[in-house]
């Protein structure tokens, strides 16, 4: 049997009861077509990049999946009738992943790591805002001149007097 990662939207006027009912109902929809189901993960009410479906918070669940295409493909298809699903993903993996997913850790077991934040700079010393060094200030195009040289004189000749 093929190995599964799925994470469907629930929308965000549901309570917390109501996606669990959810959760078990895609269950049992996998185990009636001969898969199981692993780790499932709650990951809460997160805010949407954009508005999906006129919602701007989902409530996200992770389910590790093993079974065949035939019980993903029905359960996929019963998410896609249920007004109270918004999106859903399904990506095959070689293998499930041990331990929390990457939403669940902490932030700080994140960043051990290493991020953005933690970077040598060198020997340029500390960035702040505006720094633009030895650059100079910006120019934009011909406004100041430029490379092309000062416009020239408009004169509107011919007009009605």
Same mark, same amino acid.
């Given at each position: 049997?093929?190995? #599964?990662?799925?994470? &469907?939207?629930?929308?965000?006027?549901?309570?917390?009861?109501?996606?669990?009912? %959810?959760?078990?109902?895609?269950?049992?929809?996998? *185990?009636?077509?001969? /898969?199981?189901?692993?780790?499932?993960?709650?990951?809460?009410?997160?805010?949407?990049?954009?508005?999906?479906?006129?919602?701007?918070?989902? #409530? #996200? *669940? %992770?389910?590790?999946?093993?079974?065949?295409?035939?019980?993903?493909?029905?359960?996929?298809?019963?998410?896609? %009738?249920?007004?109270?699903?918004? !999106?859903? %993903?399904?990506?095959?993996?070689?293998?499930?992943?041990?331990?929390?997913?990457?939403?669940?850790?902490?932030?700080?077991?994140?960043?051990?790591? /290493?991020?953005?934040?933690?970077?040598?700079?060198?020997?340029?010393?500390?960035?702040?805002?505006?720094?633009?060094?030895?650059?100079?200030? !910006?120019?934009? /195009?011909?406004?100041?001149?430029?490379?092309? /040289?000062?416009?020239?004189?408009?004169? &509107?000749?011919?007009?009605?007097?």
């Amino acid at each position: 049997m093929a190995l #599964y990662e799925h994470v &469907f939207l629930a929308r965000q006027d549901l309570s917390q009861q109501q996606v669990d009912e %959810l959760v078990e109902r895609f269950k049992g929809v996998i *185990t009636a077509g001969g /898969g199981s189901v692993g780790r499932v993960e709650n990951w809460g009410l997160k805010s949407l990049t954009y508005r999906v479906k006129k919602n701007r918070k989902a #409530y #996200y *669940t %992770l389910m590790d999946l093993t079974c065949p295409p035939a019980a993903l493909s029905e359960m996929e298809r019963q998410m896609g %009738l249920s007004e109270d699903v918004l !999106r859903f %993903l399904t990506i095959k993996v070689e293998k499930h992943e041990e331990g929390a997913s990457a939403m669940m850790q902490k932030r700080e077991e994140r960043s051990e790591r /290493g991020g953005f934040g933690d970077r040598d700079r060198g020997d340029r010393g500390p960035r702040s805002f505006g720094d633009r060094g030895d650059r100079g200030p !910006r120019s934009f /195009g011909d406004r100041d001149g430029g490379d092309r /040289g000062p416009r020239p004189q408009r004169s &509107f000749e011919g007009g009605a007097e």
